[in-house]
């Protein structure tokens, strides 16, 4: 019984885990159409970032204050990882507006010159990054049921960058004017609004969001420069699976590939676990191609 | 129309990712276990017959050129870098003192870039075109495995430096990393009589590891271990929430590691979190070395064991020495570890045998080579004449907060290596791979 609630908690981990690195994606890939494949290098610069702060803290300011460190870590690793996705949107990506297979070519490339980087700044071994106290151990709800604090910081953590985008998208004067540009793009033109300072700022926001994933990640596993690596193609597959240009779907998409992750990998192990749940995402969008939910607006289907 | 692009579009990019996971497995063991297939096993008695003096190229003017080939780009060059240094540090302190038979050593450095095919190439390229008296190189199975075909055809000279899966002796080859009863057997032994008799395996999902466990679970029946668990997850898998339900719901006494890269990383941090510490559950890693505990933490590792030939801390004249001089030569936060220490003392052991022989030929070199002594870093190694490994002893350290080890056992004197493990009666039939 306890087994079955912990594989439950464990699932809903793994979800948030896996919505946390999608979310960047789902805006620069799901809502602007760009194949984003340097997503999982931005994810790798907000880890950096987290080591970074880290390093500072130690070097600077008393111990007293070291366990603070992850509370700057976090908006630091945002405004880097957005920095960087504004600085390629600007030389690069700019110019391949409607052209998904050059995007995918490019970012790519992007991915390796970043992932090279890092190992000519940080070295080519891992760096270690120390869990702050607040966040260590776990909340013990009966015998042999667990939820560490970390999965339950990220679970949390989540649901703000949720909430944020939410707000963002669906709230504010900024993002009504981002949803007018990805839905038509001419129209919006026409009507005043400049693409160029949206599509701009919508891509830092993702790759920021990215980063924020990175930081969080930090807590849970490796940091290294192959570490986007890891991630990117679960990042793929939720917004895909969850319906490509809807925050909602993302959610469901997060949720669907995490439990099923899970289930499988109980019953069966890691790596055929692993085998089933792609068997179980591609029998599922031969059903629904269009993934959980999708958006109907005739502008998509002429958009690119 | 569209649809149909989008459709390609779609197609394109999971090949892709899969061509981006895939190098990221393949070449992505950035962790000590170098260490994969165990297929075929050369055995001794393969093809020498041409160039046999390409060796021995320069040898008339007053070098003799040696080849170092280690990834120093890519995904092992994580590991291997630290290697190269090393060997470069004995190359120059065997010239400070003299040379080799009054000549002085001349590195021919290449770059196998994390890919078996390249080392394949420039090891030829370094025995044909530079003519090097042997080369000291490799990290992964797979990159010795890919060389070891070109130093048989060609009867070159490969000093091997890493810890591997035993079965295999090649002619060309002398390997001065631990084969497998030398680190796993005799660890698992020691865990029997100090931890407890049940075991969960944990293992990246490729040869290496499955092999080691193939090998473990022999010994387990014979020597009245038990088996609670086995789980295998692919290279660079980082959410083990799963698997550490299941060893939690398995109970066992010892978990015996064979994860390798990254993934270490995630396991530990993970473990530690669902509140098992090394007072629970002792896990035994044979891929984690003090250049890997940097990289995840020694808090995290606090209390748990490894099973090598050297550490740092490993109390020898010699190793003082050796641990001083690498930090004054590549800065005061490098750190030595098992495979270093092994890289160091190929060249030693090759330079001995050189002087030995009193020529550079390949042959000749090898026939000087069996039962030659050396007191490295790590202690005394002779050089077994029958496979060309080397004896070492067997090492047990304890992770310490400060990221370094504290011995716990070792085995007193240097072990003879068994590759095949023939002086074990339960693993007859293991190596019949």
Same mark, same amino acid.
């Given at each position: 019984?306890?087994?079955?609630?912990?594989?439950?908690? &464990?699932?809903?981990?793994?979800?948030?885990?896996?919505?946390?690195?999608?979310?960047?994606?789902?805006?620069?890939?799901?809502?602007?159409?760009?194949?984003?494949?340097?997503?999982?290098?931005?994810?790798?610069?907000?880890?950096?970032?987290?080591?970074?702060?880290?390093?500072?803290?130690?070097s600077?300011?008393?111990?007293?204050?070291?366990?603070?460190?992850?509370?700057i870590?976090?908006?630091?690793? %945002?405004?880097?990882?957005?920095l960087?996705?504004?600085?390629?949107?600007?030389?690069?990506?700019?110019?391949?507006?409607?052209?998904p297979?050059?995007?995918?070519?490019?970012?790519?490339?992007?991915?390796?010159?970043?992932?090279?980087?890092?190992?000519?700044?940080?070295?080519?071994? &891992?760096?270690?990054?120390?869990?702050?106290?607040?966040? &260590?151990?776990?909340?013990?709800?009966?015998?042999? =049921?667990?939820?560490?604090?970390?999965?339950?910081?990220?679970?949390?953590?989540?649901?703000?960058?949720?909430?944020?985008?939410?707000?963002?998208?669906?709230?504010?004067?900024?993002?009504?004017?981002?949803?007018?540009?990805?839905?038509?793009?001419?129209?919006?033109?026409?009507?005043?609004?400049?693409?160029?300072?949206?599509?701009?700022?919508?891509?830092?926001?993702?790759?920021?969001?990215?980063?924020?994933?990175?930081?969080?990640?930090?807590?849970?596993?490796p940091?290294?420069?192959?570490?986007g690596?890891?991630?990117?193609?679960?990042?793929?597959?939720?917004?895909?699976?969850?319906?490509?240009?809807?925050? =909602?779907?993302?959610?469901?998409?997060?949720?669907g590939?995490?439990?099923? &992750?899970? =289930?499988?990998?109980? =019953?069966?192990?890691?790596?055929?676990?692993k085998?089933?749940?792609?068997?179980?995402?591609?029998? %599922?969008?031969q059903?629904?191609?269009?993934?959980?939910?999708?958006?109907?607006?005739?502008?998509?289907?002429?958009?690119? | 129309?569209?649809?149909?692009?989008?459709?390609?579009?779609?197609?394109?990019?999971?090949?892709?990712?899969?061509?981006?996971?895939?190098?990221?497995?393949?070449?992505?063991?950035?962790?000590?276990?170098?260490?994969?297939?165990?297929?075929?096993?050369?055995?001794?008695?393969?093809?020498?017959?041409?160039?046999?003096?390409?060796?021995?190229?320069?040898?008339?003017?007053?070098?003799?050129?040696?080849?170092?080939?280690?990834?120093?780009?890519?995904?092992?060059?994580?590991?291997?870098?630290?290697?190269?240094?090393?060997?470069?540090?004995?190359?120059e302190?065997?010239?400070?003192?003299?040379?080799?038979?009054?000549?002085k050593?001349?590195?021919?450095?290449?770059?196998?870039?994390?890919?078996?095919?390249?080392?394949?190439?420039?090891?030829?390229?370094?025995?044909?075109?530079?003519?090097?008296?042997?080369?000291?190189g490799?990290?992964?199975?797979?990159?010795?495995?890919?060389?070891?075909?070109?130093?048989?055809?060609?009867?070159?000279?490969?000093?091997?430096p890493? *810890?591997?899966?035993?079965?295999e002796?090649?002619?060309?080859?002398?390997?001065?990393?631990?084969?497998?009863?030398?680190?796993?057997?005799?660890?698992?032994?020691w865990?029997?009589?100090?931890?407890?008799?049940?075991?969960?395996?944990?293992?990246?999902?490729?040869?290496?590891?499955?092999?080691?466990?193939?090998?473990?679970?022999?010994?387990?029946?014979?020597?009245?271990?038990?088996?609670?668990?086995?789980?295998?997850?692919?290279?660079?898998?980082?959410?083990?929430?799963?698997?550490?339900?299941?060893?939690?719901?398995?109970?066992?006494?010892?978990i015996?590691?064979?994860?390798?890269?990254?993934?270490?990383?995630?396991?530990?941090? *993970?473990?530690?979190?669902?509140?098992?510490?090394?007072?629970?559950?002792?896990?035994?890693?044979?891929?984690?070395?003090?250049?890997?505990?940097?990289?995840?933490?020694?808090d995290?590792?606090?209390?748990?064991?490894?099973?090598?030939?050297?550490?740092?801390?490993?109390?020898?004249?010699?190793?003082?020495?050796f641990?001083?001089?690498?930090?004054?030569?590549?800065?005061?936060?490098?750190?030595?570890a098992?495979?270093?220490?092994?890289?160091?003392?190929?060249?030693y052991?090759?330079?001995?045998?050189?002087?030995?022989?009193?020529t550079?030929?390949?042959?000749?070199?090898?026939?000087?080579?069996k039962?030659?002594?050396?007191?490295?870093?790590?202690?005394?190694?002779?050089?077994?004449?029958d496979?060309?490994?080397?004896?070492?002893?067997?090492?047990?350290? *304890?992770?310490?907060?400060?990221? *370094?080890?504290?011995?716990?056992w070792?085995?007193?004197?240097?072990?003879?290596?068994?590759p095949?493990?023939?002086?074990?009666?339960?693993?007859?039939?293991?190596?019949?791979?």
């Amino acid at each position: 019984m306890a087994l079955v609630l912990q594989q439950i908690l &464990n699932g809903l981990s793994v979800s948030s885990i896996l919505l946390l690195i999608a979310l960047g994606l789902a805006i620069t890939f799901g809502l602007m159409k760009v194949i984003n494949m340097a997503h999982g290098e931005l994810i790798m610069i907000g880890a950096y970032t987290a080591y970074v702060v880290q390093g500072l803290f130690t070097s600077y300011l008393p111990e007293s204050v070291f366990d603070y460190y992850f509370v700057i870590a976090i908006p630091a690793s %945002f405004l880097v990882a957005a920095l960087f996705g504004l600085v390629l949107e600007m030389t690069m990506i700019r110019y391949l507006y409607g052209r998904p297979l050059d995007s995918l070519l490019a970012t790519w490339g992007v991915g390796m010159i970043l992932q090279q980087l890092a190992r000519s700044i940080f070295g080519a071994p &891992n760096v270690a990054v120390v869990s702050p106290s607040w966040l &260590n151990g776990g909340l013990a709800i009966m015998p042999g =049921l667990v939820l560490t604090y970390k999965r339950l910081f990220i679970i949390g953590l989540v649901i703000v960058c949720l909430l944020c985008m939410f707000l963002y998208i669906y709230r504010s004067a900024a993002g009504r004017r981002m949803r007018a540009v990805m839905q038509n793009r001419d129209m919006a033109a026409s009507l005043g609004i400049s693409t160029r300072k949206v599509d701009a700022a919508t891509f830092a926001i993702g790759a920021g969001i990215g980063g924020i994933a990175g930081c969080a990640l930090s807590l849970m596993g490796p940091i290294g420069p192959a570490l986007g690596t890891y991630y990117i193609v679960d990042a793929f597959m939720v917004v895909v699976l969850g319906g490509v240009g809807k925050l =909602l779907g993302t959610v469901l998409g997060a949720l669907g590939m995490g439990l099923a &992750n899970t =289930l499988f990998e109980s =019953l069966t192990d890691a790596s055929i676990g692993k085998v089933f749940v792609f068997i179980a995402v591609i029998a %599922f969008l031969q059903w629904r191609p269009t993934g959980f939910v999708s958006l109907r607006t005739r502008a998509l289907d002429t958009s690119d | 129309m569209k649809r149909k692009n989008r459709k390609w579009i779609v197609l394109l990019i999971v090949g892709l990712m899969i061509a981006v996971t895939g190098c990221g497995g393949s070449t992505g063991t950035p962790a000590s276990g170098g260490n994969q297939t165990t297929g075929g096993g050369s055995s001794n008695g393969g093809t020498n017959t041409s160039g046999s003096e390409a060796g021995s190229g320069s040898e008339e003017s007053g070098e003799i050129k040696v080849g170092i080939l280690h990834s120093l780009s890519g995904t092992m060059a994580i590991s291997e870098v630290s290697v190269h240094d090393a060997e470069l540090m004995a190359i120059e302190e065997i010239n400070a003192a003299g040379g080799v038979l009054g000549k002085k050593l001349v590195p021919v450095i290449e770059d196998g870039a994390s890919e078996p095919a390249v080392f394949a190439e420039k090891a030829r390229k370094l025995i044909q075109q530079d003519g090097v008296a042997t080369v000291f190189g490799g990290w992964t199975s797979a990159s010795r495995k890919a060389m070891l075909p070109v130093f048989e055809e060609l009867n070159g000279l490969l000093w091997y430096p890493v *810890q591997y899966e035993g079965l295999e002796a090649s002619p060309n080859i002398f390997y001065t990393g631990a084969t497998t009863n030398q680190q796993i057997v005799p660890s698992v032994t020691w865990l029997l009589e100090n931890r407890g008799t049940k075991f969960f395996l944990l293992g990246s999902d490729y040869v290496f590891p499955r092999t080691a466990n193939m090998i473990i679970k022999a010994q387990l029946e014979a020597e009245g271990g038990e088996v609670v668990g086995e789980e295998y997850t692919a290279l660079g898998h980082t959410d083990y929430s799963t698997v550490i339900s299941k060893i939690i719901a398995a109970g066992p006494d010892v978990i015996y590691n064979t994860l390798n890269g990254d993934s270490n990383v995630a396991f530990f941090k *993970q473990l530690k979190d669902a509140g098992i510490t090394a007072d629970d559950i002792t896990v035994l890693s044979v891929s984690v070395a003090e250049e890997e505990i940097r990289g995840i933490g020694a808090d995290v590792l606090e209390g748990h064991l490894a099973a090598w030939n050297y550490y740092q801390t490993t109390e020898t004249p010699e190793n003082e020495t050796f641990v001083a001089n690498y930090k004054a030569k590549y800065g005061d936060n490098r750190v030595t570890a098992d495979p270093i220490e092994a890289g160091y003392i190929a060249v030693y052991l090759w330079a001995a045998a050189v002087e030995k022989a009193g020529t550079t030929d390949v042959d000749a070199v090898k026939e000087a080579a069996k039962g030659l002594e050396f007191t490295g870093p790590g202690g005394k190694v002779t050089i077994d004449g029958d496979n060309q490994h080397i004896y070492k002893t067997v090492r047990i350290g *304890q992770v310490q907060p400060d990221g *370094q080890f504290l011995e716990l056992w070792n085995s007193g004197e240097p072990v003879k290596p068994d590759p095949y493990l023939e002086t074990y009666d339960w693993a007859a039939g293991l190596s019949g791979g």
